[in-house]
């Protein structure tokens, strides 16, 4: 299992997951700034991804 530098990437739906920070991201994927080794990452992920609701599903929600 490789582990190493990642970053916290966000969507436009703000989900948010962690990428290999020397790989280019993905389509429609965003680099928050945040880097550093996995659990790093990890955390700062538990720590602001609060609602697990897509964008779209708390806006029709009229939240």
Known sequence: MRDGHYK???NDEDQYSIWFADRPLPQGWHDT???GPKQTCLDHIEHV???MRPRSLRE???E
């Open 49 to 51: 991804w609060t609602d």
């Open 33 to 35: 700034g945040v880097h």
């Open 60 to 62: 029709a929600m009229g």
């Open 8 to 10: 916290v990437v966000v």
